[in-house]
């Protein structure tokens, strides 16, 4: 299994890489919210994504709530098929498409 990173590459864009399960979002959550406290747009890049499980999805769900409670946009580009279906299942893929899921 490996650790979920998020990175910062500059001008709003961000990096998010590894698995998303139970075991690993938990340091995410935090990770995100620092990184997008200043911002009024962040665009998320999820193609380096393995493994996702309910949790991944929870987590990208939460940065979505939380930015738009703040007045950030959070935009996801590039979902792995895995979390589309989850999302799909889950009758939440409405919000991760109106959150820019791409």
Excluded at 42 to 62: I, N, P, Q
Excluded at 77 to 82: D, G, K, L, T
């Amino acid at each position: 299994m490996e650790a979920g990173a998020l990175e910062d590459l500059g001008a709003g864009r961000f990096a998010l890489s590894g698995d998303l399960v139970f075991a690993t979002v938990a340091p995410l959550l935090a990770a995100g919210d620092a990184a997008f406290a200043s911002l009024a747009e962040a665009d998320v890049d999820l193609s380096g994504v393995g493994r996702v499980d309910s949790a991944g999805l929870a987590l990208l769900l939460e940065w979505s709530v939380s930015g738009r409670a703040t007045g950030r946009a959070i935009r996801y580009r590039n979902a792995p098929e895995a979390m589309r279906t989850l999302a799909r299942i889950g009758e939440v893929e409405a919000l991760l498409t109106a959150a820019g899921t791409g």
